[in-house]
């Protein structure tokens, strides 16, 4: 199995390229199911999750292709399938995508349910809900929600959760609905935005993404486009906190500052210089060690938490003590426990971090257990003293693109090793 060895210490200096966002490139993957005609999608980022998408998609009978630009073709004119089946769900939550889509254009689903994840209990009732309150039967049966519709008709719909993926999901099922749904309490991501960027570009009605308020109008369908699928924050994010933490200096280039607010507010708060343009965000830590940051996690525009793991690193080399709350999932700081084994001093009480800073944290065989929470673990082996070996990197490799070759390039001293 393929292992990450780090070995730490090296100050992180250089130019890295963002990667297309994955919780960007997956609804939009999902939503070609949509599409009579071909859609072209650029800047989609090479990642597991993706090739796991994309073969989801070719078993239902979309015909993928990718040319010499690393541009993605897909043609769902001819899918004669609608089935997610649980071999692949299992092992990405994301694939609930497909239900909207499949259920608006074809009336038919049969989605296997992701069941319990590393990070909390992580429901899809919403997504159930709100698809039934749209007019689909829908049972839940030996693991699968099996959905049925003649024409999905257009709804208000409030929801009781701020849900991303659920969002997404509605919006999509809404854009071949009958009439206009409103859908309130909707998830205000960037990635949310960008979808709808997306499905208007393919012909659908979408108004209001990036509010708390969207309102699709039916139609009656879709056709092909071409889209350039927006920077990943999160990725971004990671090696921004990264150069922070080792004292570097760090540009990242082909993302977008807007999209990270509260993340470069705490890097500011954290000691760091950060200065942004047209396209890149520069970190400078000027070799100094930073500051500890308190962290509260929400819904966007607030702090995300898909950036809490990689924060909890930050803090527990950094200078003082700071808490770090988690507010979105149960459950999410499997991380810390092994930081713990690094010499992190970090106690969690209930759904609080508290981190106090150490000057020096040594290396340790560590086990990756979620995407951002392996992300984190990378972070603590760039300073620890010492070889750390990360093992269960299939985490890392489901969200960031090339991670080992992309540090490298930052003077990193990290690799992949087969044991
Ligand atoms: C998405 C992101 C993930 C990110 C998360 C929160 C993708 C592919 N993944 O996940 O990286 O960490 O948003 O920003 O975009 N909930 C319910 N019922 C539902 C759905 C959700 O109670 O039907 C709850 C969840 O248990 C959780 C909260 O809502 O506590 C937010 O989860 P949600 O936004 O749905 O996360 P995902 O869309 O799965």
Redesign the pocket.
């Known amino acids: 199995m393929d292992k990450l060895l780090i070995t730490g210490g090296s100050r992180l200096e250089g130019e890295v390229r963002a990667s297309g966002a994955?919780?960007a490139a997956?609804?939009i993957l999902a939503a070609t199911l949509l599409a009579e005609g071909e859609c072209v999608l650029s800047n989609v980022p090479h990642l597991r999750d993706v090739t796991t998408t994309m073969e989801l998609l070719g078993r239902m009978g979309v015909v993928l292709t990718v040319d010499e630009r690393m541009h993605i073709h897909a043609d769902a004119s001819r899918v004669k399938n609608f089935e997610a089946p649980y071999d692949l769900v299992k092992t990405m939550?994301?694939s609930i995508l497909v239900l909207g889509p499949l259920l608006a254009r074809f009336g038919e689903a049969d989605v296997s349910l992701p069941g319990g994840c590393a990070i909390?209990?992580?429901?899809?009732?919403?997504?159930i809900d709100g698809m039934r309150a749209m007019g689909a039967e829908i049972s839940v049966e030996n693991g699968y929600i099996h959905a049925r519709a003649k024409r999905l008709r257009g709804i208000r719909y409030s929801m009781e959760?701020?849900?991303?993926?659920?969002t997404e999901n509605l919006m999509m099922a809404a854009t071949l609905a009958d009439g206009r749904t409103l859908l309130e309490n909707a998830?205000r991501?960037p990635?949310v935005v960008d979808l709808a960027h997306f499905l208007n570009s393919m012909g659908a009605r979408v108004q209001g993404a990036g509010t708390d308020t969207i309102m699709v109008d039916g139609v009656d369908c879709l056709s092909g486009c071409k889209h350039h699928v927006l920077p990943d924050r999160i990725e971004t994010g990671t090696y921004l906190v990264a150069a922070a933490m080792t004292g570097g200096r760090v540009r990242v280039r082909d993302t977008r500052a807007d999209l990270l607010e509260p993340v470069l507010a705490k890097l500011r708060e954290s000691g760091a210089r950060v200065d942004t343009g047209n396209g890149w965000i520069e970190v400078d830590m000027d070799r100094r060690r930073p500051r500890s940051v308190n962290i509260h996690t929400a819904?966007h525009p607030a702090f995300?938490?898909?950036m809490q793991a990689q924060f909890c690193a930050l803090n527990s080399i950094a200078e003082g003590v700071a808490t770090v709350t988690e507010n979105?999932?149960e459950n999410r700081f499997m991380h810390v426990l092994e930081m713990q084994r690094m010499g992190a001093d970090i106690q969690i009480e209930g759904n609080i971090a508290i981190c106090r800073g150490v000057e020096q944290l040594t290396a340790a065989p560590v086990m990756a257990t979620d995407l951002r929470a392996s992300a984190s673990l990378v972070l603590a082996g760039l300073v620890a003293e010492g070889d750390t070996l990360i093992d269960r990197i299939y985490h890392i490799d489901r969200g960031y693109d090339n991670i080992e070759e992309k540090f490298s390039a930052l003077g990193g001293v990290i690799r992949r090793v087969h044991t």
Do not use: Q, S, W
């Open positions: 994955k919780n997956l609804p939550r994301a909390g209990a992580r429901p899809v009732n919403l997504h959760t701020v849900t991303v993926t659920g998830a991501e990635e819904p995300p938490t898909d979105v999932f």
